[in-house]
């Protein structure tokens, strides 16, 4: 792992600072399928900090955004109860390049192409500090949770299994 004042300037990072939101930024060697597991054993830190940024879509394709534990998944059917909608299944990833302007792997809540709904896991905001990512492959962005909430204003849910 590598802290570095000189990281990327993404969307990501460019909202962040447009938004006064303090962050560090942390670049690894980004694999392939490798998922939280990775990033977290790179940056040496439990998998229960790093937060997936999960592109989702309802019944009627409407695309959305979930903010989940590292090492947790979400229940797509408790979700779609809690924001009442009749289903919510992962979008595919062209369509998720095409609502935030970020890649598979790379994807942010931060600085999304288009403003999306913003759904959080309860239990993150109990964490200190996370690390989520910062727009692209093999960089994530350290901010605190109450940051991410005056930022994105994001819906709170209750809806992390183990993963």
Do not use: W
């Not at 790093?50 to 309802?58: A, I, N, P, R």
């Not at 935030?100 to 403003?115: D, E, H, I, Q």
């Not at 960089?139 to 809806?159: I, T």
Request: charged fraction near 25%; include cysteine.
């Amino acid at each position: 792992m590598k802290t570095d004042s000189n990281a990327p300037e993404t969307p990501a990072t460019v909202f962040l600072k447009k938004h006064g939101i303090a962050h560090s930024n942390h670049l690894y060697a980004y694999e392939e399928h490798g998922g939280t597991k990775v990033s977290a054993r790179e940056l040496n830190v439990p998998e229960h900090h790093v937060v997936k940024t999960l592109v989702m879509e309802d019944e009627s394709a409407r695309p959305l955004i979930v903010l989940m534990h590292g090492d947790r998944k979400v229940s797509t059917k408790e979700l779609a109860r809690q924001i009442a909608v009749k289903k919510v299944i992962p979008c595919k990833p062209e369509d998720a390049h095409r609502h935030t302007g970020y890649m598979v792997g790379g994807c942010s809540p931060f600085g999304t192409r288009k403003a999306l709904p913003i759904y959080v896991e309860k239990t993150i905001l109990d964490l200190s500090l996370i690390y989520i990512n910062g727009g692209r492959r093999g960089y994530l962005v350290g901010v605190h949770p109450h940051d991410l909430m005056r930022a994105l204003a994001p819906k709170v849910v209750q809806v992390g299994q183990a993963d």
